[in-house]
């Protein structure tokens, strides 16, 4: 079983930067692939991106990509989500999720083990 603790939301201006950290229990850490969600005021639960068990692979929702970038340290039992360039539309509580089974997931539905979010709002 994992346990997952996100942190480092906040208030920002359009334009700014976050860095949202998730730390995670346990000594299995390395064999989950980690993700990233947000979820805006009614509006389903969106995919963000995604980092291998390495760190090596990424992938991110067109929306960010060019903007977040995803980061692990193993030995920290901790992911990260860099912001910047943050948009208005970026507001949203971010979730991350940790997955052992699934070699690239990106829907809600295929994670194990979430978060209990962070809430992030960006201000025009």
């Known amino acids: 079983q994992v346990q997952l603790v996100e942190s480092g939301g906040g208030l920002v201006q359009a334009g700014g930067s976050l860095r949202l950290s998730c730390a995670a229990s346990?000594?299995?850490?390395?064999?989950?692939?980690m993700g990233w969600f947000r979820q805006a005021p009614g509006k389903e639960r969106e995919f963000v991106g995604v980092?291998?068990?390495?760190?090596?692979?990424?992938s991110y929702a067109e929306s960010v990509k060019g903007r977040f970038t995803i980061s692990r340290d193993n030995a920290k039992n901790t992911v990260y989500l860099q912001m910047n360039s943050l948009k208005s539309e970026d507001t949203a509580v971010y979730y991350c999720?940790?997955?052992?089974?699934?070699?690239?997931?990106?829907?809600?539905?295929?994670?194990?083990?979430w978060g209990q979010g962070t809430q992030v709002t960006v201000s025009s």
């Open positions: 980092i291998g068990q390495s760190g090596r692979y990424t």
């Open positions: 346990g000594r299995t850490f390395s064999s989950y692939v």
């Open positions: 999720a940790a997955e052992s089974l699934v070699a690239q997931p990106r829907r809600p539905s295929e994670y194990q083990y």
